[in-house]
């Protein structure tokens, strides 16, 4: 069964020009995605989700200078601190996106945050590397939030009670970039004492303060748990991605989004050689794909040493050793979660999955 | 072509062990439900809050710690040593100083209310089917200093037992299961004492003043210098006494 919906409101060209000499803003395909949060009439409540459609681009120009933090656009004509500011955890609520970049292809859909802007110097200060992308192409947009997605004031009806125990929750992953897995969990508090719980609004579990404004970075999937039996649609508008995404893998859990709202399998994710294979699952890295049930299904690449024994080289969920798998599909508007041993962090790029 | 089947079947089986991080999301202590709300005192009725040098654990005593009679010897002799042997099977879960970080992992929103929320904790393998446990402690911030509390009360409640909302501590999974443990009535108090269904006075703070509520106090651990003074007593009485003996040993020699 299909669970989500896909509606093309108008295809723009991709690139119109604009007043400012050698500026372009992206006006990429508009649309809307519905995402069916599973209730638990059918299994444990548990749907994991993305947020594909783009919010929309404030500033796209070309990078003419860059060192290890910054990018300069000479041709830059934003105001001092534009596209400035931090969610409570410490996330930049804006990014740039590599759009394009002719002298290297691998950097397009790589995103960093902006810590700064400066419009006498025309830089733009950021919390990663942006060095060496003298003359590639980006846009600015503001990262979808907690707010933006399921509503300032929950208008998409989850579940909310006065703590995490008597909602619905959202799940967002941390990693630490060694293996550490750490969770933030967002809820919708409804107040019943008038103002003992800090009254109504988006909470983080453990504490205190609006969490409404917690940013969801274009990269970073989520995870939610329903405690009702029924289904709850969110609607979410925006644009589609029109260049090829990149999202950084870390050793351990990634909870990650799928850029574009279109159905993906197995073997389109692209990210079978970054992840480490082996004869079963416990010897592999790993794809977690949350099921209708809400249940994981787990997939790896298997390597069979055997020459066939344990059912050949292949895809294949954790369980069914010899079936192929490799076109078994990710639903659009889903998240999963990517295990990896590796040490080393891994760029996944995905290439634009349809013309 | 049975070996076939079974090697991919055992290779599932020990994949099984290792696929997921066990991790539960825990709440505890202080809740409002069914109009009434659940405060945590000292044994002086003051509320446990900040200022007053106190911890709040989730935890569970070792496997096969028979607890009722473990309570039942230490308040049948409850001195500092049998406290800090008692205190030794239990093992925490999480602890928390009654919020002197308000705003991070835990929430004193008025006094003596306060709960903590853990959006992912790893359960050890030895906790998982174990019923857990609210222990308060005064006079101590660390749970490693537990035998040095001045106070305790140790709560728990009959579902943390027998339950399926929230039962007995689950082994966690890779997204973390919800386990609050917050009650606004605690059906068993080991340790302490328990006084419900009452109108909560003004050292409740504003907003909680005039409302119901149910109060799990600690319960004084005796001092050593207490004890001291109680040998002391003995001491002198037991002297009393012999000498009494003895004088009557030697009114009777006379007599004789």
């Keep these: 069964m299909k669970k989500t919906t896909l509606v093309l409101l108008a295809s723009l060209p991709l690139v119109a020009p604009l007043l400012e000499a050698q500026t372009t803003v992206h006006t990429n395909p508009v649309g809307f995605i519905n995402l069916t949060i599973k209730g638990t009439d059918a299994g444990k409540g548990l749907t994991g989700i993305s947020v594909p459609m783009l919010p929309q681009v404030l500033y796209s120009g070309v990078i003419t200078g860059s060192t290890t933090s910054t990018i300069t656009d000479n041709n830059a004509t934003w105001a001092d601190d534009a596209y400035v500011g931090l969610d409570s955890n410490g996330t930049p609520t804006h990014y740039i996106e590599i759009t394009a970049n002719a002298n290297d292809a691998t950097t397009v859909g790589s995103i960093i945050g902006i810590l700064d802007s400066d419009d006498a110097a025309n830089e733009l200060t950021l919390n990663g590397d942006p060095s060496g992308l003298d003359g590639a192409s980006y846009v600015i947009r503001e990262s979808h939030t907690i707010a933006s997605v399921f509503g300032e004031t929950n208008s998409v009806g989850l579940e909310s009670g006065q703590d995490s125990g008597s909602s619905d929750l959202i799940y967002k992953m941390t990693n630490d970039g060694n293996g550490g897995l750490g969770w933030g969990i967002y809820y919708y508090q409804t107040d019943p004492t008038g103002g003992l719980f800090g009254g109504d609004g988006w909470r983080k579990s453990g504490v205190s303060g609006d969490a409404k404004d917690t940013v969801i970075l274009p990269t970073e999937g989520l995870i939610v748990r329903r405690i009702k039996n029924t289904d709850v649609t969110i609607t979410i508008p925006g644009s589609i991605k029109t260049n090829s995404s990149r999202t950084q893998i870390l050793k351990g859990y990634n909870l990650v989004s799928l850029n574009y709202p279109v159905d993906m399998t197995l073997s389109s994710l692209g990210i079978k050689d970054l992840l480490r294979s082996g004869q079963d699952s416990a010897s592999s890295d790993r794809v977690y794909l949350i099921n209708d049930s809400g249940l994981f299904d787990i997939y790896y690449y298997q390597t069979d040493p055997t020459g066939g024994l344990f059912g050949g080289n292949g895809w294949r969920k954790s369980g069914f050793a010899t079936t192929n798998a490799e076109n078994d599909v990710v639903p659009a508007g889903h998240s999963v979660i990517i295990y990896r041993e590796d040490q080393q962090q891994a760029d996944w790029s995905i290439d634009v999955p349809f013309n | ?256």
């Design chain 2, 1 to 256: 072509m049975k070996a076939r089947a079974i090697l991919p079947m055992f290779a599932l089986f020990l994949s099984g062990i290792s696929l997921y991080s066990q991790n539960i999301a825990l709440g505890y202590g202080s809740t409002f439900a069914n109009g009434e709300y659940s405060v945590f005192d000292d044994a002086n009725g003051d509320p446990l809050d900040p200022t007053n040098n106190a911890l709040l654990v989730a935890g569970y005593f070792d496997a096969g710690y028979d607890v009722t009679a473990g309570v039942s010897a230490l308040k049948s002799d409850f001195t500092v040593a049998n406290f800090s042997s008692f205190v030794s099977n239990f093992n925490e879960l999480y602890s928390d100083d009654f919020g002197t970080d308000v705003g991070n992992a835990s929430a004193n929103i008025a006094p003596g209310f306060f709960f903590v929320d853990v959006s992912s904790l790893a359960v050890p393998a030895a906790a998982v089917g174990e019923t857990p446990y609210i222990m308060a402690l005064k006079g101590v911030t660390d749970f490693a200093n537990a035998g040095l509390a001045t106070e305790v009360g140790l709560f728990t409640d009959s579902s943390f037992a027998t339950g399926v909302d929230p039962g007995q501590i689950p082994a966690g999974e890779l997204i973390p299961t919800n386990y609050s443990l917050k009650k606004e009535v605690y059906s068993s108090v080991l340790l302490g004492s328990a006084l419900e269904d009452v109108t909560l006075g003004a050292e409740y703070g504003g907003i909680l003043q005039g409302q119901t509520g149910n109060i799990y106090a600690t319960q004084a651990v005796p001092e050593p210098s207490t004890y001291a003074m109680m040998l002391g007593a003995l001491s002198f009485g037991f002297v009393y006494y012999k000498r009494r003996i003895a004088g009557k040993k030697t009114d009777q020699k006379q007599e004789a």
